[in-house]
């Protein structure tokens, strides 16, 4: 069964008068599944609705129509989730910098997420010891812990973005442009960061990128969206391989264009 | 030229705000709490207390009992430097509360309507829009009216209409503020709503309405002196440089000091507290 399942889904941030003279969906219909372990990368050029489908999954933003399942049961926005729903579903976010509050330290960022799930909580040891554990988990250096966003590289927010998400076990990571921001060298790390959590914490991966260099890194399989609609789902190789929707081929051509220049 | 600000100014005059300006500004505001705060300690005064031999004396006459009258006395007899000295301490406590509330009620309201969004801010942004139609200064002479004179009344009539200024500033930072990333990863984890403002979005709108309270302190002693001068402030058991302004307007030609001492006074508390926060409106306005 999948983890976590949209269905039709319909956003569009027009108001309703806007609507009805015909202005376009941001999103339009949009049905995809994740399953357990598994990685699905959305791709798409800009504005074809990638961070909205990626928001309405995390539960922060509504959609207009359409159901999010998580487990079989549909949820809602993010105020109205059962804890272990919320718990359950974490995101990272495009900007590296902005995604951590500059005037927290690491430790009480990370304590925060512990705070609010007290189940999430590390019982059989000190928060410091778990949060210098989980910093290495991430590849930082535990003394990470008494600094502040300000004072970190994009790559170093990135890892705090993703212990953060991981201090409390979630079963889908939901990450948006996640490595969009950073160089290349930095983006296979987290990359390889993220393959290794994977396999380790048996979590799923929605993975929204723009990027076809990184969805051969890291998905499994890969849904195309385009003008808010999604055009092609394919598994990661077939989809490399035998590209089925023209927009698909347009894309890869594009990203070939890329690499060849 | 990169922006271009429209702001009303306290004072006509434009002096450019230096650090060295600034600096001197907040000298002369440490005075104005230094003598306003310690100074009734030292110099006695009593409100009622007339004496009809020593009226009207020019600054540094001597009284019939031989002591100094070292700025002059009013039509009643009154010490000048006694008014001056516990007229600063009224303003400043004044001043102090009413910034106080407006801060406390303008950065609550601001930040919710601002975060919630939806009905929340329609309605607070109702009640601001008509707050902002009524000048201030008349709410305030209306209200301070209707009740018996007295500080708690003078406070909450210039309070009234005083929060709209920092709930506009609040809830407008508060909207950029709430699409940050790390306020969606709050909302993500179930941050509960009033623990994502405090922790999440205050210490961002702090600082530049920190730097407003300097402004809107100048306004609160402002009118606080206007509403004594009319009567309707502060009742004449308490000392307040407005009413001793009143006072001396009768003898503006034999005794010029009653009146313009006290008005010296207020204007140089009301200059350096505007320059003053000039700077930090420069220095913390535009905070990330
Ligand atoms: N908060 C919003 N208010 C109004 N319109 C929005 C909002 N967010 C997105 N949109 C619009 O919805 C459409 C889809 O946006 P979305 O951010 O989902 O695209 P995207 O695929 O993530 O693009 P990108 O690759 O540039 O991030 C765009 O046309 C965008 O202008
Ligand atoms: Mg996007």
């Excluded at chain 2, 509360?97 to 329609?122: E, F, H, I, K």
């Amino acid at each position: 069964m999948s983890l976590i399942e949209v269905r039709d889904l319909v956003v569009n941030f027009h108001s309703r008068r806007e609507r009805r003279r015909g202005r376009p969906n941001a999103v339009d219909g949009v049905s995809l599944a994740v399953r357990p372990d598994e990685t699905l990368a959305v791709v798409g050029e800009s504005g074809s609705g990638k961070t909205t489908v990626a928001r309405c999954v995390a539960g922060l933003q509504t959609p207009q129509a359409g159901t999010v399942l998580f487990d079989g049961a549909p949820v809602g926005r993010v105020a109205k989730r059962p804890p272990e729903v919320r718990r359950a579903i974490q995101m990272v976010f495009q900007d590296p910098a902005a995604s951590l509050n500059p005037r927290m330290t690491v430790r009480s960022i990370i304590a925060e997420t512990w705070r609010t799930h007290r189940s999430a909580a590390p019982a059989d040891r000190s928060w410091d010891d778990a949060i210098a554990e989980l910093l290495r988990d991430v590849g930082l250096d535990p003394g990470v812990a008494d600094r502040r966003a300000p004072s970190l590289s994009g790559g170093q927010c990135q890892r705090v973005s993703i212990a953060r998400a991981l201090a409390l076990r979630p079963r889908l990571l939901v990450c948006d442009e996640a490595v969009s921001a950073l160089d290349v060298s930095v983006q296979s790390q987290i990359l390889r960061l993220l393959a290794g959590l994977r396999a380790s914490r048996e979590l799923a991966i929605l993975f929204i990128t723009h990027d076809l260099g990184v969805v051969r890194q890291i998905a499994d399989r890969v849904a195309v969206m385009h003008q808010g609609r999604l055009v092609e789902t394919a598994t990661a190789d077939d989809l490399f391989e035998r590209p089925g929707h023209p927009y698909t081929r347009k894309l890869l051509d594009a990203a070939l264009d890329l690499e060849g220049a | 030229m990169s922006a271009i600000t429209v702001r009303t100014r306290l004072w006509p005059v434009r002096l450019r705000s230096t650090p060295a300006v600034a600096t001197a500004a907040a000298v002369v505001l440490a005075c104005y709490l230094l003598v306003g705060l310690v100074g009734p300690l030292l110099i006695p005064y009593d409100p009622v207390a007339t004496s009809v031999a020593d009226r009207l004396l020019p600054i540094g006459a001597v009284r019939q009992d031989g002591t100094l009258a070292l700025l002059g006395t009013d039509g009643a007899g009154r010490d000048m430097l006694g008014q001056l000295v516990h007229g600063a301490r009224t303003s400043i406590v004044i001043g102090v509360s009413v910034v106080a509330t407006c801060l406390a009620v303008g950065l609550a309201l601001g930040t919710l309507a601002g975060y919630l969004a939806g009905w929340t801010d329609v309605a607070i942004s109702r009640l601001i829009d008509v707050l902002m139609a009524f000048p201030g200064i008349l709410l305030a002479i209306v209200i301070a009216g209707l009740f018996d004179q007295g500080m708690l009344v003078v406070v909450l009539a210039l309070s009234v209409a005083g929060w709209v200024a920092f709930a506009r500033l609040a809830r407008g930072l508060t909207l950029s503020l709430r699409v940050r990333p790390w306020v969606d990863a709050a909302r993500l984890i179930g941050v509960p709503t009033p623990v994502v403002i405090v922790r999440h979005i205050i210490p961002f709108v702090i600082g530049p309405v920190t730097a407003l309270a300097t402004t809107e302190f100048a306004g609160a002693v402002l009118s606080e002196a206007g509403l004594s001068f009319l009567g309707l402030g502060l009742p004449s058991s308490t000392v307040s440089w407005g009413q001793v302004i009143a006072n001396g307007k009768d003898y503006l030609d034999t005794a010029w000091w009653i009146s313009a001492l006290p008005g010296l006074a207020l204007t140089g508390l009301v200059v350096s507290t505007g320059l003053l926060g000039d700077h930090l409106t420069q220095r913390l306005g535009s905070s990330r």
